[in-house]
C-alpha cells in the first residue's frame, strides 16, 4: 500500500522529526548567550596570557595597576591632557 502525498509530508515535519530524535530547536536567545558566554571566557583567557607574557613582573605589574587605581579613585572624570601630550594650547584655558 503506497503512502500518500500528506502523510509522507507528515512524518517529515520538522518539528516531529525533531521530536521523534529526542532533539529540540535552538532558539535564537540561546544562540546569543552562548555566544556572549564564548566570548567573556575569550577575553578572560585574553587577559590572562597577557598577563603571562607581560615584559614586567607579576608584583610590578600589580603594583602599577594598584597605583593607578589608588590615584583615579579620588579624581573626578576628566579628558587626556593635551599640554602633557606635547601639544600647544589649542584652545584657551578656562578662567576660574
Known sequence: MAMSWKAMKGMLDRELLLK????????????????LGLFSVGVLVGAGLGMMFAPRRGED???????AWRQRAGKPAQG?????MGAE?????PQH
Open 89 to 93: 594650547t589649542a584652545m584657551p584655558s
Open 61 to 67: 605589574l600589580r603594583a602599577m595597576m594598584t597605583d
Open 20 to 35: 521523534r530524535m529526542g532533539l529540540e530547536e535552538r532558539s535564537p536567545a540561546g544562540d546569543f548567550f552562548t555566544g
Open 80 to 84: 587626556p591632557d593635551y599640554q602633557a
